[in-house]
C-alpha cells in the first residue's frame, strides 16, 4: 500500500492549506486514517485522525482550525487547516492503519507557515 501525501507548501500566519492523502488502496480497509505531524529536533505527534465509520479525533493544538474528512471513492483522505499559526510548521505525514499488520506511513509533505 502507498500513501502519497500531498498539498503542503509556505503560506501566511492565517492562511489555509488543505493536505491531501491519496492511497493505492480501498481506504474502507483501514480501521483508522489519520494526519501526524513532526517539526524539527520533535517527535511525530497526532493532528486528526478518522475512523473508517467516520468518527474522529483532533489534537488539542488544532481544535477548531482543522477538520478532517474522506472521500472513499477517492480512496482520499484530506486535512484542512485554517488559521494557520507558525506553530503548525512541520513535515505533515499521512499514516493507514490496517486491522492485521503495522500501519502504513505516506512520506510526508512539508508545511511552512510564516509570521
Known amino acids: ?7 503542503g507548501g509556505l ?17 474502507l480497509s483501514f480501521v483508522v486514517m489519520g494526519w501526524y505531524r513532526q517539526a524539527p529536533g520533535k517527535q511525530r505527534d497526532m493532528v486528526a485522525t478518522v475512523s473508517s465509520s467516520g468518527l474522529t479525533h483532533y489534537a488539542d493544538s488544532v481544535k ?15 486535512l484542512q487547516m485554517n488559521s494557520l499559526k507558525p506553530d503548525d510548521t512541520a513535515v505533515y505525514y499521512c499514516k ?15 508545511v511552512t507557515v510564516s509570521s
Open 96 to 110: 493507514a492503519v490496517p486491522s492485521n499488520r503495522p500501519a502504513y506511513w505516506g512520506q510526508g509533505t512539508q
Open 1 to 7: 500500500v502507498q500513501l502519497q501525501a500531498s498539498g
Open 11 to 27: 503560506v501566511q500566519y492565517g492562511g489555509s492549506l488543505r493536505l491531501s492523502c491519496a492511497a493505492s488502496a480501498n481506504i
Open 64 to 78: 477548531g482550525r482543522a477538520t478532517i474528512s474522506r472521500d472513499n471513492a477517492k480512496n482520499t483522505v484530506y
